[in-house]
Structure formats: C-alpha cells, structure tokens
Nanobody, 115 residues
Framework: QVQLVESGGGLVQPGGSLRLSCAAS????????MGWYRQAPGKQRELVAA???????NYADSVKGRFTISRDNAKNTVYLQMNSLKPEDTAVYYC?????????WGQGTQVTVSS
C-alpha cells in the first residue's frame, strides 16, 4: 500500500512558475515509476510527466522544455517544476505511483494559470 500527498498548487500568472511536490509513504520500496497527471473540467486525465526508478523520464509534448520531473529519494518525494506556465496548463494535477500490483493516486492539487 502506498499513500501519496500532493502540494504546491495555486494561482499563478501566465509565464510564471510553480513547483508541485508529491510525498509517498507506505510500501514505497516497490514503486518503480511515478508521474504527474492532470485533468481539466470536462477533459480526460492526461499524463504530464513520469520518472522511473532507473531515472528515465518522459513528458507530454505540450510541456516539453517547460516542465521538469525530479525525485528526492531521501524524502520519498517527486517534484514537478513547472515554468513558463500557460492558461492551458490549468487543471487539477494528480500524483501517480506504480508498483508491480497496483497504481496509486494522490488527492490532487489545483493549478490555475490566469491574469
């Protein structure tokens, strides 16, 4: 069992930056990938960025060059650094973790990009 808690969302102007954090607890040693998804009202949940236990990363085309996913193993935490934010980035962002049996989801954190 894994529990995920996201933080760091908020209101930011276009062109601004935010850093989201996802702290994992529980049976964390079995996790082999973590990522960030987002969901805007009326839209499907989509993958934003992911990182594996081996350090491989991948990003949605819409965020490449602007967002960076990273991890701090000592804190069992994954981050999403979001730069050059656009209104289209507005969504609820969810942390995801995957082990060999289940996938886990955080509660979500709201990111709003607006003037």
């Amino acid at each position: 069992q894994v529990q995920l808690v996201e933080s760091g969302g908020g209101l930011v102007q276009p062109g601004g930056s935010l850093r989201l954090s996802c702290a994992a607890s529980g049976s964390i040693f079995s996790i082999y990938a973590m990522g960030w998804y987002r969901q805007a009202p009326g839209k499907q949940r989509e993958l934003v960025a992911a990182i594996t236990s081996g350090g491989s990363t991948n990003y949605a085309d819409s965020v490449k060059g602007r967002f960076t996913i990273s991890r701090d193993n000592a804190k069992n935490t994954v981050y999403l650094q979001m730069n050059s934010l656009k209104p289209e980035d507005t969504a609820v962002y969810y942390c995801n973790a995957l082990d060999d049996e289940y996938d886990y989801w955080g509660q979500g954190t709201q990111v709003t990009v607006s003037s």
